[in-house]
């Protein structure tokens, strides 16, 4: 079967595919995410991105033409970098440019580090995406980790059990923390709340698993209350539907 009719059996049956460069794809769009136990990176074009708001901090560099944000983050001329933080809303209105989109760890010691100091030298950022060395562009934004808090250890918990659903209450008491006090020091710690970063780390699971499996069987092995409930999830994180990520030809690599 051809690239093209693997892609339409896959939209048919629901099918999420992660093809390699090599299989005879090759006219397409070069498009590449890579997954890490708390981060994401992703290289390829905007896909006429659709507002969209995330659970976690971003870094958007541009790897050709500059881009310009509309809504909450909205940039009054063309950028080449920006910091955008977490639960903030934009779209893009320069569909179809290239470009590296880092999601950071809420509250990791990168996402305080471009918080604080900006964008550490964008250009060699985009470099190193263009050349496949992801470690070294997570490298180059600041240290791994993040800082201890009160709330480390549900966070590393979460991390490691991604699709385990335990209650904030159970969370909140694991720790020592009432409801109310350990709500407010989630978000104070890692500038999102407790449920937005439940379905962020459901969504990388789900990015983990996905080849060779169907919709349901990923949003079901990934925690997610349904096949619905993990698209919604891929279009308010990414801005874009799977299909159409998928449509790319996508390679999908661990970091």
Known sequence: MTGRGRERAARGAGRMVDRSAGDGAGTGPDVRVHVGVSELVYVGPALGIRSHSTAVPRLLLALDEPFVL???AASTAPLRALYVPARTRHAV??????WLVVYLEPGS??????RHRGIP?????????RTGRVRHLLDAIGPAGRPSSPT????????REPATRVSAAAMAASVGLSLAHFLRTFTEDTGTTFRLFGRW?????????????TLTETATDAGFASPSHFSDTVRWAFGFTATELLATGVRIEPI
């Open 152 to 159: 480390d250890e549900v966070i590393t918990r979460m991390l």
């Open 70 to 72: 509309v809504g909450p």
């Open 109 to 114: 010691h990168r996402d305080r580090a471009c």
């Open 93 to 98: 209105a320069t569909p179809g440019i290239r």
């Open 201 to 213: 780390v459901r969504l990388l699971e789900a990015t983990r698993l996905v080849s060779g499996r």
């Open 121 to 129: 030298d964008p250009d060699r950022l985009v470099h190193l995406a």
